[in-house]
């Protein structure tokens, strides 16, 4: 631990060293984020893939831990000065253990879409068949989209949904992995309201002698919390975002068995990244130690209590729902019957201080950037505090902003009403 009177005496001169004024220095910046901090305080954010840190997660991402190169892992790095630094690593390292029960975790990826760029990387030779969930039916862009890197480097086989339910089709999926004998599949989604059966994945994975890699950047808050059937038992490799459901930094991190753990390592050092950001990888520490108390677990029921709640009151109210509703923290809203686009719905909703994003929905008649649906997600009004109650005042309030989409005077006053909810919610 750190000598207490060496502590002492530089505290002060650490105090003034990061005294920095940063409206002072760079008023512009500054005064952008005070914008940008004032705009999540007064809106209503349904964006599912995003969340409000806690101050803890915060302070550690802005913290000095930024300074430090440390290529390599703990205890091998390529620079000196890294006994912090490797303490940071090795904590944040085992608590992602501990949450997640895997035998291996790497903390390092800086984003979701390099820690697929490393899972490909250890299990793949460039060529290699893949399959993954398509991007029009609610995968990502890294499952092997044409203009990313996994459609480029890979031999992509897509699969979906049920053209009738709207959830997996894992027969198919059975049939294309035994025609095309992919090497790996991916089994995650950006875009999808129902559990995921990795158990029934790994037995197709294992008929036809493929990879399995579940990709729950979306949902890992939910599994930690053991409120989504757990990946780790039945997948080789596991990535994952931290900033999503999971409530930490901007980031990432890979899970994998022992015997793949080498592979996975080098994958990420020196196979596609250098020094990894040791204020990321500190605050992902504070969020693993997080994600170890019981209210997080109560947090994650919540999230999926408010999902449920905004998703029938939105089915009440007429509309159609992607798959018929949710399990999970997010749902996606079919607009054809409204006579109203994903885009039309997105930026009426941005006027009256509510953030969504559109999405496609399965078999989306309209232009991916058009798009007929939004996909909402709780998890951040659910870190507000807000429950049931605002949740179904939520729905109501979309459902009368789409009713006045055209009305800018009508937006304004909803606008107004979204405000006051906010204010009773703060952020920090
Ligand atoms: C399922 C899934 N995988 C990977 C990613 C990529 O994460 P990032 O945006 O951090 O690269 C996302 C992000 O939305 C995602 O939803």
Redesign the pocket.
């Given at each position: 631990m750190p000598n207490k009177q060496l502590l002492s005496r530089t505290k002060p001169l650490l105090q003034t060293s990061l005294d920095y004024d940063l409206a002072h220095v760079d008023p512009t910046i500054s005064d952008i984020i005070q914008h940008e901090a004032l705009r999540q305080e007064i809106t209503i954010n349904l964006i599912a893939?995003e969340n409000y840190v806690s101050r803890a997660v915060l302070e550690a991402t802005g913290s000095i831990m930024t300074n430090k190169y440390a290529e390599g892992y703990p205890g091998k790095r390529y620079y000196a000065g890294c006994s912090w630094i490797d303490q940071i690593e090795t904590l944040a390292i085992n608590r992602c253990k501990e949450v997640f029960g895997a035998e291996h975790a790497n903390v390092q990826p800086h984003?979701?879409?390099?820690?697929?760029m490393a899972a490909y990387l250890a299990l793949l030779n460039p060529g290699d068949t893949i399959m993954g969930m398509s991007l029009s039916e609610g995968?990502?862009?890294?499952?092997g989209h044409a203009v990313n890197f996994s459609g480029k480097l890979y031999s992509v086989i897509h699969y979906g949904v049920h053209p009738e339910t709207e959830l997996l089709n894992y027969d198919e999926i059975e049939r294309l992995a035994h025609q095309h004998k992919p090497k790996l599949i991916i089994a995650?989604?950006?875009a999808y309201s129902r559990i995921i059966d990795f158990a029934r994945f790994a037995q197709i994975a294992q008929r036809v002698g493929a990879y399995l890699l579940a990709?729950?950047?979306?949902i890992a808050g939910l599994v930690a919390a053991k409120l989504h059937p757990d990946p780790v038992p039945y997948a080789d490799v596991i990535?994952s975002?931290t900033?999503?459901t999971l409530r930490g930094p901007?980031?990432?991190f890979l899970l994998s068995k022992n015997i793949l753990a080498e592979r996975i390592d080098r994958a990420i050092m020196p196979g596609s990244q250098g020094g990894p950001f040791m204020h990321t990888i500190a605050a992902k520490a504070v969020a693993f130690k997080l994600a170890q108390e019981p209210s997080f677990v109560t947090y994650q029921q919540h999230v999926i209590d408010n999902a449920q709640i905004m998703a029938k009151t939105f089915n009440d109210l007429g509309y159609r729902l992607v798959a018929g509703g949710t399990d999970n923290h997010l749902f996606i809203i079919d607009l054809r019957s409204k006579h109203l686009t994903g885009l039309q719905a997105q930026s009426a909703l941005e006027k009256a201080g509510i953030t969504v994003s559109r999405s496609t929905i399965p078999f989306d008649p309209a232009k991916p950037w058009i798009t007929s649906g939004i996909r909402l997600g709780t998890p951040s009004i659910t870190t507000r505090g807000m429950t049931r109650t605002e949740a179904t005042e939520i729905a109501h309030l979309v459902d009368e902003v789409l009713s006045y989409h055209d009305n800018d005077q009508h937006l304004q006053r909803i606008k107004q009403r979204v405000e006051a909810l906010c204010l009773k919610f703060p952020i920090y």
């Open positions: 893939s984003a979701g879409s390099q820690a697929n995968g990502h862009l890294t499952h995650g989604a950006s990709d729950i950047a979306h990535t975002t900033h999503k901007r980031g990432a």
